[in-house]
């Protein structure tokens, strides 16, 4: 699994958004189904972002947040 030691900065736009969890997404911070065609077993995270807004999205693989 590809995890980075420090999180993405984004700026956000409304709606509803897939995170990528698996580690092996080649769009982070976004979902690129990568865990499917792995197998890994594990599914993305999706969210309701209400506002635009800056986020930092987790990208250690040990947090268990995003």
């Known amino acids: 699994m590809a995890y980075e030691s420090s999180p993405i ?4 736009t409304e709606g509803i958004k897939t ?3 698996c580690g092996e997404s080649g769009k982070k911070p976004y979902c690129g189904g ?3 065609l792995k197998g890994t077993g594990i599914t993305p995270a999706e969210f309701l972002v209400n506002e ?5 999205i987790c990208d250690c693989g040990k947090s268990g947040k995003l």
């Open 9 to 12: 900065l984004i700026d956000e």
């Open 19 to 21: 995170y990528f969890v």
């Open 34 to 36: 990568s865990h499917s």
């Open 52 to 56: 635009a807004r800056k986020l930092a």
